[in-house]
């Protein structure tokens, strides 16, 4: 999700990319969600951060604690930022209906979109 909203709320402005700790395949309620708030990311992939250590990048924004243990590792010398968010799929795990799990992913994808969208 924060991929999306990075490529949609900073066109222009920044190249995004996205990595995790451990990909997998991009959560089709995460898609469901964003398509809700008109951001397409079906055609996005999980990747990992391997694939990009030998990048330079300006700035690493790590969206999860995880993350944030692993990243010095990659990234060498960009400036770091870091701001956890909780993970749907978690919070979802519980839910007695799809309504209500989607009522996680919905919250986090508008905290995600506020803080992407102060960014810069």
């Known amino acids: 999700m924060a991929e ?14 996205s990595a995790g700790t451990n990909p997998g395949l991009v959560d089709p309620r995460a898609i469901k969600v ?6 397409d990311i079906s055609g996005h992939r999980s990747k990992s951060a391997a694939e990009f ?3 330079a990048f300006d700035l690493v924004v790590t969206v999860c604690d995880k993350a944030r ?17 909780e993970d749907p799929p ?3 795990k519980d839910a007695k209906t799809e ?3 989607l009522a996680h992913y919905r919250r986090v994808r508008d905290e995600i979109k506020t803080f992407v969208g102060g960014l810069l």
């Not at 999306?4 to 990319?17: H, P, R, S, T």
């Not at 243990?69 to 968010?85: D, I, N, R, Y």
């Open 4 to 17: 999306g909203w990075g490529k949609k709320l900073l066109a222009g402005k920044a190249e995004v990319f």
């Open 34 to 39: 964003m398509a809700e708030a008109g951001v």
């Open 53 to 55: 250590k030998d990048a």
């Open 69 to 85: 243990e692993s990243c010095p590792v990659w990234f060498g010398k960009a400036e770091k930022l870091h701001k956890s968010f």
């Open 90 to 92: 978690f919070l979802a």
């Open 99 to 101: 309504e209500e799990a």
